[in-house]
C-alpha cells in the first residue's frame, strides 16, 4: 500500500457535507417535530444487537435479514448484527427496562442510521437514515392514524407534496392463514417460473407485488386480503380510514402492498414519492401485534413508521424545495497584527456567548484574503483592527453590503454590535 494512497467512503454510503449537511438535520428534526407535539419520548439504541434478535423479529425468509444483514463475529465470538432497521431493537429494550409494564401506550421515537447490504443505486444506500416512532401495548385504532398523520405532517411541514399514502390491512393470525392458503391454491394453479413458484411456497403475498407484466396480468384476479379480513381486522381498518377522513389525512388503498419485513398485522401503510425513480418509498409502517410476544415479552400490540431521511432530501430535490439554513455567521473578525489578533478573539468569545455567530480570520492571511473571506462568510459585519487601532483602543466596524466603515471604541464594541442585531 503506498503512502499517498486515498480513502473513499464504502460503497453506496452517502457523505453529508455543508450546505447538504443542513438540509439533512432540517429534514430529520422536521419528520420528528410532530412526534414531539405528540408525547413521543427519544431513545437512543445501540446500533448492533445480537443477531437472532433480527432473525426472530424481522423474519429468516426476508430479503432484510436472509441477504441483507451487516453480520459478523466480534471478538467474543458472539454473533452480532447491525442494525438493518428500528423496530426490533426498540422492541427489546421496552421488554429489557420493563417500559411495558407502566403507563400504556409506550410512545417512542428514534433517528441514525441503518445498514443494509443492498445493491447501491439512486435513493438505495447501505447505510441509509430514518427516523421512526413506536406506540406500544394500545391496539387502538385512533392511535394507527395518529402514527400515519404524524408521518403525513413531517413530510408536509417539509413542503413536500408530491407524495401519496398507500394502506391497507394485512389481517391477523385469524384471518391471515386462511387467505394465505387460498392465495397458494389460486398461485399453484398457475404457469409459473420456478422461482416464482419457490417464492410463492415461502411468501405468497410477495408474488403479488410482481413488477413483471406476464405476472401481474396472471395475478390481476388473486383473491386479496383485503376481501378476506377477519370481522375484528375489518373493523379496525374501516375504523382507522374513518379517523384519517376525520383528520383529513388523504390515502389510497393499495390492496396489493407488499412490505419487506415479516412482522406486520393489521394496519399496514406506504408513503410514495413519485419523483424518486424505483426506490419511491419515503416511509413505511404498520402495525405489529404479534411482535412483542415473538421476543419473549408480554402479547401487546404496537404499531409505528420508519421514515426515510436520505430519501426525503431526494424527494425534496425533485421538488426543487429546500429546508433548512447552511451554517453561516452574522459576524466575521478581520485582525491584523498579534494585538488585534489577541482582542478580536475575546471580543468573538463575548459575542458568541450572547449568542451572535462570529468567525475570525485565521492564518494571518493578510488584509485581503481575510477580507476576501469575510465576504464568503456571509457575515453582514466586519470587525477589522490592526495593532495600532487597539493600542488606540479602537475597533472598525465595517458593514459588508454598504462597505460603510466606523470606528468604535474597543471596549462598546460588543454592545455595539449586539444592539446591531437587537
Ligand atoms: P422499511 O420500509 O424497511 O421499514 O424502511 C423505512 C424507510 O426507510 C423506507 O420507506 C425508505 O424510505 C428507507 N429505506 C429503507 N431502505 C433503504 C435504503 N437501502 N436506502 C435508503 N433508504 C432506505 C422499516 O424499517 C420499519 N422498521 C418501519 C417501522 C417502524 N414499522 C413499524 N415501525
Redesign the pocket.
Known amino acids: 500500500m503506498s503512502e499517498s494512497q486515498s480513502f473513499r467512503a464504502p460503497k453506496g454510503i452517502p457523505d453529508y457535507l455543508p450546505p447538504d449537511s443542513a438540509q439533512f438535520v432540517a429534514v430529520r428534526d422536521g419528520l420528528l417535530a410532530a412526534a414531539r407535539l405528540a408525547g413521543y419520548g427519544d431513545v437512543e439504541l445501540p446500533i448492533f444487537e445480537e443477531t437472532a434478535l433480527f432473525a426472530r423479529g424481522v423474519g429468516e425468509s426476508t430479503d ?1 435479514v436472509s441477504k441483507e444483514m451487516y453480520t459478523f463475529a466480534d471478538r467474543g465470538e458472539r454473533s452480532v448484527t447491525l442494525r438493518p ?3 426490533a431493537g426498540v422492541m427489546r429494550a421496552v421488554i429489557e427496562h420493563g417500559l411495558d409494564r407502566g403507563a400504556l401506550p409506550v410512545k417512542l421515537c428514534y433517528s441514525g442510521p ?1 445498514f ?1 447490504y ?1 445493491r447501491p443505486q439512486a ?4 447505510q ?1 437514515q ?1 427516523v ?1 416512532v ?1 406506540a406500544i401495548g394500545v391496539d387502538d385504532p385512533a392511535l394507527d392514524a395518529e402514527v400515519i398523520a404524524i408521518a403525513d405532517a413531517g413530510f408536509r411541514s417539509l413542503g413536500l407534496d408530491g407524495f401519496r399514502l398507500e394502506i391497507t390491512s394485512l389481517g391477523d393470525d385469524s384471518c391471515r392463514p386462511a387467505y394465505r392458503e387460498l392465495l397458494q391454491e389460486f398461485l399453484f394453479g398457475l404457469d409459473l417460473d420456478e422461482v416464482t413458484r419457490a417464492r410463492a411456497q415461502i411468501n405468497p403475498l410477495r408474488v403479488l407485488d410482481d413488477k413483471r407484466p406476464e405476472i401481474k396480468e396472471m395475478t390481476a384476479e388473486a383473491p386479496l386480503m383485503l376481501d378476506h379480513l377477519s370481522e375484528d381486522a375489518k373493523e379496525h381498518f374501516d375504523s382507522v380510514l374513518g379517523y384519517l377522513d376525520a383528520l383529513a389525512v388523504p390515502y389510497v388503498i393499495n390492496p396489493r402492498m407488499v ?3 415479516d412482522y406486520y398485522t393489521k394496519t399496514t401503510f ?2 410514495v414519492h413519485d419523483g424518486l425513480g424505483a ?1 419511491s ?6 402495525r ?1 401485534d404479534g411482535l412483542m410476544s415473538q421476543l419473549g415479552g408480554q402479547d401487546l400490540s404496537g ?6 431521511v ?2 426525503t432530501m431526494l424527494a425534496l430535490k425533485a421538488e426543487g424545495k429546500t429546508v433548512g439554513s447552511p451554517a453561516r455567521v452574522d459576524v466575521f473578525c478581520v485582525p491584523l497584527g498579534e494585538q488585534a489578533k489577541l482582542a478580536l478573539v475575546k471580543v468573538a468569545a463575548s459575542l458568541r456567548s450572547s449568542g451572535v455567530r462570529v468567525d475570525l480570520a485565521y492564518g494571518d492571511r493578510g488584509v485581503k484574503g481575510a477580507m476576501r473571506a469575510a465576504d464568503r462568510s456571509g457575515a453582514t459585519l466586519a470587525l477589522v483592527a490592526g495593532d495600532r487601532d487597539i493600542e488606540a483602543g479602537t475597533i472598525g466596524v465595517k458593514n459588508l453590503s454598504t462597505g460603510e466603515q466606523v470606528d468604535v471604541a474597543a471596549d462598546t464594541v460588543v454592545a455595539e454590535v449586539i444592539s446591531r442585531f437587537g
Open positions: 432484510v432497521e428500528g423496530t441503518f443494509r443492498e435513493g438505495r444506500y447501505r441509509l430514518q421512526g413506536e412490505r419487506g419485513l406506504e408513503f426506490q418509498g419515503i416511509g413505511g409502517g404498520g405489529y404499531i409505528g413508521f420508519g421514515l426515510g436520505d430519501r
